[in-house]
């Protein structure tokens, strides 16, 4: 039946990516959402990349980048003893740059979508940038950034091009469940095929239910309280 | 002690050049007056730090807010800035929002009375800005501002989002309450009532450019010229030509065949701009008093509008003229466009500029 195995693995992943993606994709949302730079639109478009590269594309370019014969590969090898392409760490960082855009996307939109005025005002009383973003920005944007981590979360759990390209297919460290659902169908386990890809099914679409549950109610007592 | 002295050019990026000069009094009210579009709301970012001069100065009681190479930022030079449509944080209830700018103890007590002098009820101070009338909205933005106890106090239109009834009441709340504050304040508007209401001293800013500043009612009653004229409203501004120099420094001028009787301002030589206020012309029918001070013109009345509680009643004299009298007076002369009546103004009413 379903590969419980896999199945905790690409969970670990899936949550390692979204919290990951909190760390490094807040930061470049909040500068997206912020900056008036010519560099945006450059950085706009490498962000979004991985929306419309076929993932096996991706996939070639990290295991060039990350192989033993690359320098990044060779000093990652050299402190830490392991090669990053077919490691739990390779598929990490190969879904978080995957999922860069499902992150960072509503983030920025969400963020953007904040009157400048307030961080102004903000300003005005004596508040850093840094705190004018945590008071502010955060709490009128979280659930951008909550749509922004969910959403990357549920990519992650049904990624499949670059964990076959970085990752290969080892069983306990790379094999995820789309992986395992694949080889179900190689080898006619029908049954298994569709108890694994139901529940991919079930979990992403209950995933993206609560999500936007969730939006419409930190959004509604904003927008019309009662009076 | 001196209050804001600004010397300064600027521009928002892609925008025209918005240049600054003059200086402030260290207490009382100074109006920024003009169009929308002249630059009011940049200058007042400039004199904020929310906004770069691009070259020239800033300071306040003496000190350097920007300069070349120096520049103060927003955050230290304490100032209460009241946005045009308030910009309350929309997650704060009132009580959070006037208690922003305020650390430690007390600051909850400090807050409330900030909201009490603003004078937001009670009964309003827990509830978020959209469970919020327009007028309570601008209550909580003055009380978030004036909460730290800014050095001074910046206000960009601060009735201008609201109707007539609350704008007007708030406009006199507004008044006792910065004149209570005695705190130096720069406030933007482009509604003359709101500035002679509220101003000490004005601003008057066209095309990016202060044009002319200084007391309220010097600058009201004596524009620098025609554009300020224009702005400050005086409604009639017509071409003249000096006809008699008639002694005691008065001076005759011809404007559109009419012979018109005024204060020589000096420096007047054959072409003069005339101006008039529409709040000096009284309106009357009947037999003229002797008076040789006194200007009287039979004019045509061209047009009826009303302006709050008054009518606006466009004059023609030979020379467009405006003035405003109250709905009564109007009825009482029988007043339609097309009859005709006599306009009166005193001879220092009429404001010449050289041309």
Redesign the interface.
Known sequence: MIDVEALTLTVRLAATTSAMLLVLGLPLAAWLAATRSRARVLVEALVALPLVLPPTVLGFYLLALLGPRSAAGRAWEAATGALLPFSFSGLLLASVIASLPFAVQPMAAALSAVDRRLLEAAWTLGDSRLRAFARVALPLAWPGVVSGMVLSFAHTLGEFGVVLMVGGNIPGRTRTISIALYDHVQALEYEAAAATAGLLLAASFTVLALTFALQRRAFSPLAAGPR | MSGLELDFETAL?GGPVVRAQFATASSGVCVLFGPSGAGKTTILRSV???ARPRRGHVRFAGETWSADGVFLP??R?R???V?QEG?L???LDARRNAA??L?GDGHRGRAEAALDRAGLPRGAWGR?P??LSGGERQRVALA??IA?EPRLLLLDEPLSSLDAPAREGLRGELRRLLRELGLPALLVTHDRHEALALGDAMAVVIDGAVRQAGPIDAVFSRPADADVARAVGVETVVPARVVERLGDGLVAVEAGGCRVIGVDPGGLDGEALLCLRAEEVTLERGQPEASSARNRLACRVTALQPDGALMRVALDAGFPLSALCSRGSCAALELVPGSTIDACFKAPAVHLLPR
């Open positions: 990026p904020a730090g929310l927003v955050q030079r100032v209460g800035l946005f910009a944080f929309p997650h922003y700018g650390r978020r959209a469970q978030r501002a730290p």
